[in-house]
């Protein structure tokens, strides 16, 4: 699960719950969705993202106990890339960072999670790139045990189906980069207990609820990169 928290000093605010889902910028009555990722960087990043989640999908399939069907294996696959998962909760310990205009953007992994702001959106979708269309081909390659090593594999998604290693440059592309921000443990609690609220919702055919974090008006940005 998680590796570890940093204690944020902040403001008391308090949660809530409301009825019904929203999606992006700002909602009804202005609450703030779900940050919007940045186009160009996640198409820059697509070959270290296939890359890192292939490997974090292996092992999770290695660490996995019982036996995995392959319908479990595609479950994984889907939920990879989603930062609300426990399958995608790698995501938001990784920083993109840039040396300089033009330079490569690279994937710092940190010592906590992070919130999932605009640039672990764009890790997110970078990784569906991938995994949308691929996921039932990974997850009968890992049912059959059609490749022996990560590396095989990594090579097979990436560089084979995907077609998206190796790296294609952005020439003199600057990444908008955003700071880092670790996850405040109390509202990570909340948002789990949101997600375990909604998967019962899913289940009985229930609205589900949707978490408001009144700090997360933080993590929108109006930047001219929708491209």
Known sequence: MVSGFVTVIAITVYPIFVLGQFAGGMGPGGMPMEAKP????????????????????????EDATGKLH???LQDMATALCDPDSDEGEWILFYDVTQAEPGAPLKLERQEYLGEC??????IAKACRTVYDEYREDVAEALYKRSVSSLDRLKSRVCN???NVCPTKPVPNYEHPDEWW???DEEMYKMKKMQQMINKQAEKYG??????????????????????
Do not use: G
């Open 160 to 162: 084979k189906w995907a």
């Open 206 to 227: 229930k609205q589900p609820v949707q978490f408001v974090d009144p700090m997360q008006s933080a993590m929108f940005m109006d930047e001219e990169d929708e491209l």
């Open 117 to 122: 702001r605009r640039e672990c959106r764009t």
């Open 38 to 61: 940045i186009y160009k960087s996640a198409k820059a990043l697509e070959c270290l993202v296939c890359k890192q989640a292939t490997e974090e999908l292996w092992q999770q399939v």
């Open 181 to 183: 921000m670790p996850v």
């Open 70 to 72: 392959e319908d479990d």
